[in-house]
């Protein structure tokens, strides 16, 4: 006597992939990951109190950097080349784009200490949230909490997410980078080695 197995049909990997990746997916998926990880919020909240607690005490950051972010906030041509003064006369020694955060924040919100220094601190926490996400994926997770912690903690870190320096979007990007590489090689992906 021969029994029949049931005709299951598993839905393509790839049509599954797809669905689960649109935009919506993602950030609902997100929303859940986060509601279901109460440490991790914990984290992130401890990270940004730590980095935005007395934050106007620091005045201007580095006045250097400070004048670049004003001439920006006048001067869309300045803006882009990331020049020390409103009249794009020179520009600072390093790449723009850590001033275009600033700056961004300093149009829609006034030039201020607080304008300016905000982002660089809310870096910091996407920083620790990435890195948690990086060690998550191939650790467990109270590896991805100490591991985000450690960054968090790390004095010259939470200096340096308190000031206005090109160091901060630089750490971000970094951490962002192995985030990717990550996912490129568990997917053998193309797509996410290019995003790195």
Do not use: C
């Amino acid at each position: 006597m021969t029994t029949t197995q049931p005709d299951v049909r598993w839905p393509e990997p790839e049509a599954a992939f797809r669905r689960r990746s649109s935009p919506t997916a993602r950030l609902v998926s997100a929303a859940e990951h986060v509601r279901r990880r109460p440490a991790l919020v914990a984290l992130l909240v401890l990270t940004a109190a730590l980095y935005l607690w007395g934050l106007g005490r620091n005045g201007y950051g580095n006045t250097y950097y400070a004048a670049a972010v004003k001439a920006g906030t006048e001067s869309w041509k300045a803006f882009f080349f990331g020049s020390f003064d409103p009249s794009n006369y020179i520009t600072v020694d390093k790449p723009p784009a850590s001033l275009w955060v600033m700056e961004l924040s300093g149009r829609l919100f006034g030039f201020s200490s607080w304008s300016m220094l905000v982002p660089q601190a809310l870096e910091g926490v996407a920083a620790v949230a990435f890195l948690y996400a990086t060690v998550r994926r191939w650790f467990s997770q109270p590896a991805a909490l100490l591991s985000g912690a450690v960054l968090a903690l790390t004095p010259v870190a939470a200096l340096m997410f308190r000031f206005n320096n090109p160091d901060a979007l630089l750490v971000l990007l970094l951490v962002l980078g192995a985030y990717a590489v990550t996912r490129a090689l568990e997917r053998g992906s193309a797509r996410w080695l290019a995003r790195a």
